[in-house]
């Protein structure tokens, strides 16, 4: 099993549409999730963190978080085609290693 | 300007060779990170620094070494030994507590010719 998993996609969604993106994770002491946005030839930006159970928003970007399933997701609204790109899962491992594992990334396509 | 640089943008290799791939930071992170990523894959983690003179192996560390001889600096050396170096390197930093982001250098994308 891998550490931290995401469906690779792509996933493609109408211009205005909520694109919904979804990780899930092994270690169930893993205390900081992270979303970055990647677009093709860059490097990763951060989108949003979340440290605790329940939803966080930032504009257009909701942030969830279910320890107990151990998932995190990661809601667009009024998606744009500047949307468009790769997402990225992180986890930050229980303890004090500091591990950050990323998982393998999904990929937006939001049409016109 | 606070931020990670890494160096070169892009670099070729002649098979057998050895080359350092640079990356400095002037955030005051504690943590460091390399990552690897392959085309249309996710971010694997070479090797990773919690602090100074200390590095820990990631999933992928064969063939590659480190150093951390100074707070600011995380060089990566990919040796002779791994035998298929093409892919786009990341270094990434963050304070090394719990609830801290970890932020991007722009990568050095290596070709073995």
């Known amino acids: 099993q891998k550490e931290v998993e995401q469906n690779s996609g792509p996933l493609s969604v109408p211009e205005g549409a909520i694109a919904s993106l979804n990780c899930t994770y092994s270690?169930?002491?893993?205390?900081?999730f992270f979303w970055y946005r990647q677009y093709s030839g860059k490097s990763p930006e951060l989108i949003m963190s979340?440290?605790?159970?329940g939803d966080k928003e930032d504009g257009r970007f909701t942030a969830q978080l279910n320890k107990a399933s151990q998932y995190v997701s990661l809601l667009i609204r009024d998606s744009q085609p500047s949307d468009s790109a790769t997402y990225l899962c992180?986890?930050?491992?229980?303890?004090?290693?500091?591990?950050?594992?990323f998982g393998q990334g999904t990929t937006l396509q939001v049409k016109p | 300007d606070g931020g990670i640089t890494q160096s070169p943008k892009y670099l070729f290799r002649k098979e057998g060779q050895n080359v350092t791939l640079s990356c400095e930071q002037n955030?005051?992170?504690?943590?460091m990170y390399w990552y690897r990523q392959d085309p249309g894959q996710g971010l694997r983690l070479i090797y990773y620094?919690?602090?100074?003179?200390?590095?820990q192996k990631g999933d992928i560390a064969e063939g590659y070494s480190v150093s951390r001889e100074k707070k600011e600096s995380f060089p990566l050396t990919v040796t002779s030994a791994q035998k298929n170096p093409t892919a786009f390197y990341l270094c990434?930093?963050?304070?090394?507590?719990?609830?801290?982001?970890?932020?991007f250098g722009q990568g050095t994308r290596l070709t073995v010719v």
């Open positions: 979340i440290y605790s159970n």
């Open positions: 990434a930093s963050n304070l090394g507590t719990a609830n801290t982001e970890a932020f």
């Open positions: 620094s919690q602090i100074v003179n200390d590095f």
């Open positions: 955030l005051n992170h504690d943590a």
């Open positions: 992180a986890v930050r491992g229980s303890g004090n290693t500091g591990k950050l594992i």
């Open positions: 270690d169930r002491g893993s205390q900081s």
